[in-house]
Nanobody, 115 residues
Framework: QVQLVESGGGLVQPGGSLRLSCAASGSIRHIDAMDWYRQAPGKQREWVARMTSGGVTDYADSVKGRFLISRDNVPNTIYLQLNNLKTEDTGVYYC?????????WGQGTQVTVSS
């Protein structure tokens, strides 16, 4: 299995930026893609962004043009750059690998956007 550890969250004002990191270890050779999700208080977890092993990216409409997913192969880390943050971006952010079942949900990293 793949082990994932998220970090980089914090408190930021509207319009600000953060960079989240997701460090992967374990069976990383079998990863097909990496996803970012988020869960706002009282809401269901929602998909945010994806990067495939081939480097193809995709984003939820709500974050398109503001968030950017990238990676470093050494170390095995996926990043999510959050720009022009809005209060509705507040939540716990999680990374997850594909195929399904290749990793468990981690502890996530809290992003709070507030003035």
């Amino acid at each position: 299995q793949v082990q994932l550890v998220e970090s980089g969250g914090g408190l930021v004002q509207p319009g600000g930026s953060l960079r989240l990191s997701c460090a992967a270890s374990g069976s990383i050779r079998h990863i097909d893609a990496m996803d970012w999700y988020r869960q706002a208080p009282g809401k269901q977890r929602e998909w945010v962004a994806r990067m495939t092993s081939g480097g193809v990216t995709d984003y939820a409409d709500s974050v398109k043009g503001r968030f950017l997913i990238s990676r470093d192969n050494v170390p095995n880390t996926i990043y999510l750059q959050l720009n022009n943050l809005k209060t509705e971006d507040t939540g716990v952010y999680y990374c997850k690998s594909l195929p399904p079942g290749s990793s468990l949900w981690g502890q996530g990293t809290q992003v709070t956007v507030s003035s």
